[in-house]
């Protein structure tokens, strides 16, 4: 079957560690996108990538990286400088562009103690 | 920038049509309007989506008004499953621009 696949869908990390987020897309999509959703929150976005090897920042880049070295893969670090890390993740991906809409995976809920 | 505003949330009965607005007043001429729900703690889920004319599928009704400056979406029975976040979206389609969401519509479907 086809789709985007997060994993792990709970994480947790020590404050001052980075951690990475897998994203994983079967649909040959050439975007990609991260997003961070807070309780109660709308999804702001992080990172976006139209295709391999280029990405650009989202309003919310400070403290995280992204690369996207195949054109199914667009892993997230979340880093130390990040300030508050724990958050839900949620990544997708979408044709270019066209009228066409853009596929999410289940999320990866990050918590750091 | 979310472009869309959208009631925080909103009541229906079960079984009867929910209808849940958008204003999207600055909407450009090639900019699509979208709609996703998300259920608590998942993945959001795509519903519908139109450029000017009223679009349905299995799922839904979109209604574009005439200018363009809002929409409505339409859940014609809703069920305790349509219970979600409701969000509107524009996205220009031709530079591949990202998709903006807002805090969206919190709906509530009541039995």
């Known amino acids: 079957d086809g789709g985007i696949t997060q994993s792990p869908k709970y994480l947790f990390r020590k404050e001052g560690q980075n951690v990475t987020l897998s994203c994983e897309q079967n649909?040959?999509?050439?975007?990609m996108y991260w997003y961070r959703q807070d309780p109660g929150q709308g999804l702001r976005l992080i990172y976006y990538?139209?295709?391999?090897?280029?990405?650009q920042k989202g309003d919310i880049a400070e403290g995280y990286s992204v690369s996207r070295e195949k054109k199914e893969s667009f892993p997230l670090t979340v880093t130390s400088a990040q300030k508050n890390p724990t958050a839900f993740y949620l990544c997708?991906?979408?044709?270019?562009?066209?009228?066409?809409?853009?596929?999410f995976g289940q999320g990866t809920r990050l918590t750091v103690v | 920038d979310a472009k869309t505003t959208q009631p925080p949330s909103m009541d229906c009965a079960e079984g009867r049509a929910a209808n849940l607005p958008c204003n999207h007043s600055t909407i450009s001429g090639n900019e699509y309007v979208y709609w996703y729900r998300q259920i608590h703690s998942q993945g959001p889920q795509y519903i519908i989506h139109?450029?000017?004319n009223n679009e349905t599928n299995e799922m839904a009704s979109l209604i574009i008004t005439e200018d363009r400056k809002s929409s409505t979406l339409i859940l014609p029975h809703a069920t305790l499953r349509d219970t979600a976040v409701y969000y509107c979206?524009?996205?220009?389609?031709?530079?591949?621009?990202?998709?903006?969401f807002g805090t969206g519509t919190s709906l509530t479907v009541i039995p």
């Open positions: 139109g450029l000017k």
């Open positions: 979206i524009v996205r220009e389609i031709n530079t591949g621009n990202q998709f903006y």
């Open positions: 649909l040959n999509h050439d975007a």
């Open positions: 997708a991906s979408s044709i270019r562009s066209g009228s066409t809409e853009a596929f």
């Open positions: 990538s139209q295709i391999v090897n280029d990405f």
